[in-house]
């Protein structure tokens, strides 16, 4: 079955203890990306990748990194995680960069920092 | 930085009544997209827009581009169509995308 997956699908840590949320997909996609979406904000993009090796800003990065060394693969590294980092995050992809054939979400991974 | 606001905020209709949700943006586009996201959360991709008119079942989304506005609209609408509906644009130039912040819908049996 085509699809994203995100682990975990729940999270409760503490600040500051490094955490890495992982995104795969099995369909061969060349766009990958990372949104987090808070009440009242709605979704907002973290990091997105091109392609294995290109990945660039969203417009809320600051705390996050990412990395894309396969293409199947795009995990979001919290260094040290915050409490305003508390969120719902979504990866998604899709086969290229303008969605021409629509996104495909994974399920979510609800964090909490305390 | 693309703008993106959508109207309704939250509507309630009476399962049968014909929907419409409202997206507008600032800056010209390629493309619009709309999402669904369901009560648990999942995200579903429902159209992707450059011009004119797409259908899907009862979901039909049109978008003009001169007017920068799209609409989502679904006839015969049913409880099982309860979700939050979202539109996305990219900004200009690069392949960040902006969303708009949903529009809670909640239809009535």
């Known amino acids: 079955e085509a699809q994203v997956t995100q682990n975990p699908r729940y999270l409760i840590t503490v600040t500051g203890k490094k955490l890495t949320v992982t995104c795969s997909q099995n369909?061969?996609?060349?766009?990958m990306s990372w949104y987090r979406q808070d009440p009242g904000l709605g979704l907002r993009q973290i990091y997105y990748?091109?392609?294995?090796?290109?990945?660039d800003k969203g417009d809320v990065p600051e705390g996050y990194k990412v990395s894309r060394k396969e293409k199947r693969n795009f995990p979001l590294i919290l260094e040290s995680p915050s409490p305003n980092q508390t969120s719902l995050y979504f990866c998604?992809?899709?086969?290229?960069?303008?969605?021409?054939?629509?996104?495909?979400f994974g399920s979510g991974t609800r964090l909490t920092v305390v | 930085k693309n703008e993106v606001e959508q109207s309704p905020q939250n509507l309630t209709a009476q399962e049968g009544e014909f929907i419409t949700i409202n997206c507008s943006y600032s800056?010209?586009?390629?493309?619009l997209h709309w999402l669904q996201q369901h009560p648990g959360g999942g995200i579903v991709s429902l159209f992707m827009?450059?011009?004119g008119k797409k259908k899907h079942g009862r979901l039909i989304a049109t978008i003009n581009i001169q007017e920068k506005h799209s609409s989502l609209h679904i006839t015969a609408s049913h409880p099982r169509d309860s979700a939050v509906y979202i539109c996305?644009?990219?900004?200009?130039?690069?392949?960040?995308?902006?969303f708009g912040t949903g529009t809670r819908l909640t239809i009535i049996p």
């Open positions: 800056v010209g586009i390629s493309a």
């Open positions: 990748s091109m392609n294995v090796e290109v990945t």
């Open positions: 996305a644009v990219p900004d200009f130039g690069n392949e960040k995308l902006t």
């Open positions: 827009l450059s011009s």
């Open positions: 998604a992809s899709s086969l290229e960069s303008r969605g021409r054939y629509g996104y495909t």
């Open positions: 369909m061969n996609h060349e766009y």
